[in-house]
């Protein structure tokens, strides 16, 4: 059963660009609903949500890559995330999707002067003409 899981990925969209995340470590996806800031934070954590009685904090997934930040609409969503006991929210442009992406159709991160994006990344998977960027989530939610 787990192997069946380990190369299906939730695909969401940051600006123009899809991403993915193994969908092993998706706990659900929620609409935004109303967020409470947190004084002394980092930029990217917009602040936390309660969530059926959790405290979940939420991470401008867009600040967080430096990638410009979004304004956020009705088609905005949360991907409540866990990874090692950590919990947390990625605010995206949208999510709709859930694909999987082959071993064979996944290259490295590309190589690039700025070691930090490169990072947060695990590869790129190639679906039809669309590449996807695979996220490395740990890393992503490392403070």
Known sequence: MISEVENKYVIFKLKEEYYGIPIANVLSIERIEEITRVPNAPKYVMGVINLRGEVIPLVDLGMRLDIDAG?????????????????????????????????DSIDPPPDTNNGRCIEFLNGVGKIDNRLIILLNLPKVLEY
């Open 71 to 103: 304004d956020y609409n009705r088609d905005s969503r949360i991907i409540v995330t866990s990874v090692d006991d950590i919990i947390a929210g990625l605010v995206v442009d949208s999510s709709s999707e859930v694909l999987e992406i082959d071993k």
